[in-house]
Antibody, heavy 121, light 108 residues
């Protein structure tokens, strides 16, 4: 069974860069897309972006200028960097496998438990 | 703002049937997937594709689609179904992933 685990600082100062890593166990990164999704407190889910195991990326238009995703297949990890953070970036950050599916399908079957990142001085 | 929209809240009497909807132009080309999220927990995939359930998920959950609207139907809602439900698909360009704003389901 694939398991994902987020890790990284829980507190980031305004204007700095948020950095998180997702470690995947029970399966390989190969042949899958891997996403970051966030959820501000009391609000809905927001897709941040995904990276393919070969390194190709796709970012949310609203965050594209500040987001960088990377992948390390040798360590079975992928990472998120979000620059110039503000309080609006305070959220639970989830990593997930996907989007998966055949043509016309988009779904995320495996999620990490999430990590809360607070942006505050 | 999301390119797929959901009603913020829906309620259902225990044991009755409820439909939660997701609307967006992209749903004419893409299936919606559905997620259940309970307080303090990560989202869980409920329905994907035309009407597929991950193994072990109750068969009272089903999915359907018509035009620009996708629906999640719970037939015989149980108290444990009380949760937030999110749909996800692609945006109208087909280039990016989007989530609906979520629907809070209350089981009365």
């Amino acid at each position: 069974q694939v398991q994902l685990q987020e890790s990284g600082p829980g507190l980031v100062k305004p204007s700095e860069t948020l950095s998180l890593t997702c470690t995947v166990s029970g399966g390989s990164l190969s042949s899958f897309y891997w996403s970051w999704i966030r959820q501000p407190p009391g609000k809905g889910l927001e897709w941040i972006g995904y990276i393919y195991y070969n390194g190709s990326t796709n970012y949310s238009p609203s965050l594209k200028s500040r987001v960088t995703l990377s992948v390390d297949t040798s360590k079975n990890k992928f990472s998120l960097k979000l620059s110039s953070v503000t309080a609006a970036d305070t959220a639970m950050y989830y990593c997930a496998r996907g989007p998966s599916g055949s043509s016309g399908e988009e779904y995320f079957q495996h999620w990490g438990q999430g990590t809360l990142v607070t942006v505050s001085s | 703002s999301s390119e797929v929209t959901q009603d913020p809240a829906v309620s259902v009497a225990l044991g009755q049937t409820v439909r939660i909807t997701c609307q967006g132009d992209s749903l004419r080309s893409y299936y919606a997937s559905w997620y259940q999220q309970k307080p303090g927990q990560a989202p869980v995939l409920v329905i994907y594709g035309k009407n597929n359930r991950p193994s072990g998920f109750p068969d009272r959950f089903s999915g359907s689609s018509s035009g620009n609207t996708a629906s999640l139907t719970i037939t015989g809602a149980q108290a444990e179904d009380e949760a937030d439900y999110y749909c996800n698909s692609r945006d109208s360009s087909g280039n990016h992933v989007v989530f609906g704003g979520g629907t809070k389901l209350t089981v009365l």
